[in-house]
């Protein structure tokens, strides 16, 4: 009896891993419902990008490193992951008196950002991944610390560079066999091949969590533009997506508000919540203890009132896009994406805008135990904003950047519009599983098509080589990353 109950419950928790990887939705009806690009065949959505040939061993020290963090009972957000990323000095400061940092265990990495000999360097971005790096999180970096495979710095002949741009949605979660981006850059070149064109296309994945617009724009000087680029798509639509901008009577939390933490968990508790059953378990007994989830059985959470107030005279349906008060922070974004525009045509280069994908939808109904991150993620994080105005404001968001891309004659990727919103392919409601990550690159590689195929006709791809004239190697990452050891005093 006991072997049978052992083997059941092997085969039980081989199941909910596999479905918590998202292998249980419906793979063919969901990628048949995202219409094809001419020449695209379906076949390719199956194959992987190649093995990652700067994985390497994971470094002891690295391995203890997390430990520590895990020592200290201080491990929520990306805490783990912050212990391999190397940190602006401007930002850090004496790193005991940083809200955020100073919870780190003793040790940072960090580097220097560029000066300008009179005020230093600017805080954005406020980090960079360490490069060269395989982490214990699973994150594999280049040079350059992008996520991917190595790519040289001065481009070879007869070859399209693309640079993706954006925060956690463009890198995607570390543990992540792939990222959306190693996806496109693949398929591009099974369609290269299947074409018998002499080209190959190479992928930048400068996205990073936790960022917004400006550190984007920063990173996009910095590090990408140095390595000339072809293309530089933009994908980000959250970490600025602040509906108090229109909701003054919900007061802005403090920014230097020290996180909740909760105390310290033994190392029983922390082996067990590998195991996905124990998890299933455990979001079975927080439904049943939380009031909210009882009544609302999946569906929304009880909110309080609340009333917005809409800018006097901006068209909701026809935003005027050169106004200085849009909502959500969009005016801060355009005026980013203007000066990443004009940064990338000075190089020779184009920007691509695309939509922002939001699984919200006024009366959305979701497994309680199943969907419970999602459930969490818009009820805790979003709250008390209700769901039909988080559906509105993304609706407004996207159609801001439609506009934005027509004015200025860009490409746009309208990935919102095509992507199914399925939540077994989201962990919550903007990251996706693997075969989210998956769907969602399959999506960007039909809407970049026409642009892909247009500048080969016309022959503004692949460009030609400068020539003599360019640095032999990148000027940003010319000084390794350091340590930076300190002790603070406990408060």
């Known amino acids: ?3 049978t109950v052992a083997a059941c419950t092997a085969v039980a928790e081989g199941i909910a891993r596999w479905a918590d990887a998202g292998g249980g939705e419906d793979v063919a009806r969901r990628l048949d419902e995202v219409p094809r ?10 194959s992987n990008p190649p093995s990652l040939s700067n994985r390497g061993p994971v470094p002891a020290a690295w391995d203890e490193l997390v430990r520590r963090v895990e020592r200290s009972g201080i491990t929520e957000g990306t805490r783990r992951a912050d212990m391999f990323k190397a940190w602006n000095t401007a930002l850090v400061g004496d790193p005991c008196q940083h809200p955020y940092l100073r919870d780190a265990p003793g040790h940072l990495f960090v580097y220097d950002p560029p000066s300008d000999g009179l005020t230093g360097g600017r805080p954005h971005p406020p980090y960079r991944f360490l490069p060269n790096a395989t982490t214990p999180i699973g994150l594999v970096t280049n ?28 890198v995607d979660d570390h543990h992540l066999a792939y990222s959306y981006p190693e996806f496109v850059g693949h398929w591009l070149n099974l369609w290269a091949a299947s074409k018998r064109l002499d080209i190959r296309f190479e992928v930048l994945n400068a996205g990073r969590e936790s960022i917004n617009s400006v550190d984007i724009e920063e990173i996009v000087r910095q590090e990408v533009l140095p390595l000339r680029p072809d293309l530089i798509i933009y994908y980000e639509g959250a970490n600025q997506f602040d509906l108090r901008t229109v909701v003054p009577s919900v007061p802005k939390p403090d920014p230097f508000a020290r996180p909740a933490t909760s105390p310290p968990q033994s190392f029983v508790s922390r082996w067990l919540g590998e195991f996905a059953l124990v998890r299933r378990v455990r979001a079975l007994l927080r439904s049943i203890d939380g009031p909210a989830d009882r009544a609302a059985g999946g569906g929304e959470w009880p909110k309080p009132d609340y009333d917005i107030v809409w800018p006097a005279g901006l068209d909701e349906t026809d935003p005027d896009i050169g106004r200085a008060d849009l909502p959500i922070n969009l005016s801060t974004i355009l005026g980013n994406l203007d000066r990443i525009r004009a940064a990338a045509q000075a190089e020779g280069g184009e920007l691509a805008l695309a939509s922002f994908v939001w699984l919200v939808k006024d009366g959305m109904m979701l497994d309680p135990i199943r969907h419970r991150s999602i459930l969490e993620y818009l009820n805790r994080g979003y709250a008390p904003f209700r769901y039909r105005d988080l559906e509105r404001m993304a609706a407004f968001e996207n159609r801001v950047f439609a506009k934005y891309a027509r004015a200025h004659r860009l490409a746009f990727l309208d990935v919102a519009r ?12 903007i990251h996706n599983t693997q075969t989210g990550v998956r769907l969602k690159a399959w999506v960007v590689l039909q809407e970049l098509m026409p642009l892909v195929e247009r500048n080969l006709a016309n022959g503004t791809w692949p460009k030609a080589d400068p020539g003599t004239g360019m640095p032999a190697r990148h000027p940003a990452f010319a000084v390794p990353p350091r340590p930076l050891e300190f002790a603070c005093k406990k408060t």
Request: hydrophobic share 45%; glycine share 8%.
């Open 1 to 3: 009896m006991l072997a």
């Open 37 to 46: 690009a001419p020449g695209v065949e379906r076949a390719w959505y199956f």
């Open 418 to 429: 095509l992507m199914p919103r399925d939540p077994d392919l989201f962990v919550d409601a």
């Open 143 to 170: 040079a350059y610390g992008f996520r991917g495979p190595p790519v040289p710095f001065v481009r070879t002949p007869k070859t399209i560079r693309i640079a993706f741009v954006g925060a956690s949605t463009t």
